[in-house]
């Protein structure tokens, strides 16, 4: 599966950025699809995953702030961001778990878009 991110950008706090990750390939009756993140300095770190059955799953740092969905028709899938705060601040990458292995188990990687959040 190869995977495409884009959508990064510079936007103050508080505000909103929708990330968007196209796929491709060969996609198991089973998979999941998501966000990780890496912030200069930091280990990368789970952010957000939706099944093909429509199961989100996030990280409680942005829970209830990101919203993680998928448009199947265009093989997309986005992470819309609000409430965004200066310690989001990150590269984020798209990632597919394909075929479903285990929860947050994922293998494949897009390249990474860059977001930064300013105080």
């Known amino acids: 599966v190869q995977l495409q991110a884009s959508g990064g950008g510079l936007v103050q706090a508080g505000g909103s950025l929708r990330l968007s990750c196209a796929y491709s390939g060969r996609m198991y009756s089973a998979y999941a699809l998501g966000w990780f993140r890496q912030a200069t300095g930091k280990e990368r770190e789970f952010v957000a995953s939706i099944s093909s059955s429509g199961v989100t799953d996030y990280a409680d740092s942005v829970k209830d702030r990101f919203v993680i969905s998928i448009e199947n028709g265009k093989n997309t899938v986005y992470l819309q961001m609000n409430s965004l705060k200066p310690e989001d601040t990150a590269v984020y990458y798209c990632?597919?778990?394909?075929?479903?292995?285990?929860?947050?188990?994922?293998?494949?990687w897009g390249q990474g878009t860059q977001v930064t959040v300013s105080s």
């Open positions: 990632a597919a778990n394909n075929p479903f292995r285990r929860r947050r188990d994922f293998r494949h």
